[in-house]
């Protein structure tokens, strides 16, 4: 069993920055991919960014490229997410979710692969 907490969020204006963190408990991590998605309302839960937890690889939706940076500290069990640049529809709600047991199966961009998600956190961006 693993727990995700999310950390940071809020609300900042247009063009600035933000940063989300996403602690995983329980053990020790040692699954495949762990992942930010975001849900705005009235839209589907969509990727964001993902990092493979044993080899550090990452992957990034279009939208982001570029603004996003994601990143892990293996020794805390904890991911990390620095947002630039921010744009009005990047507010959603922030999910992390950690892809533990299909790494075989699933792409990291692949929302239905994920075993385990955080409970999220609103980022708003002001025009």
């Known amino acids: 069993q693993v727990q995700l907490v999310e950390f940071g969020g809020g609300l900042v204006q247009a063009g600035g920055s933000l940063s989300l963190s996403c602690a995983a408990s329980?053990?020790?991590?040692?699954?495949?991919?762990m992942g930010w998605f975001r849900q705005a309302p009235g839209k589907e839960r969509e990727f964001v960014a993902a990092?493979?937890?044993?080899?550090?690889?990452?992957y990034y939706a279009e939208s982001v490229q570029g603004r996003f940076t994601i990143s892990r500290d293996k020794a805390k069990n904890t991911m990390y997410m620095r947002m630039t640049s921010l744009k009005p529809e990047d507010t959603a709600v922030y999910y992390c979710?950690?892809?533990?047991?299909?790494?075989?199966?699933?792409?990291?961009?692949?929302?239905?692969?994920?075993?385990?998600w955080g409970q999220g956190t609103q980022v708003t961006v002001s025009s």
């Open positions: 979710g950690a892809l533990v047991y299909g790494g075989t199966s699933w792409r990291p961009t692949d929302r239905e692969g994920y075993d385990y």
């Open positions: 329980g053990r020790t991590f040692s699954g495949f991919f």
């Open positions: 990092i493979g937890w044993r080899d550090g690889n990452t």
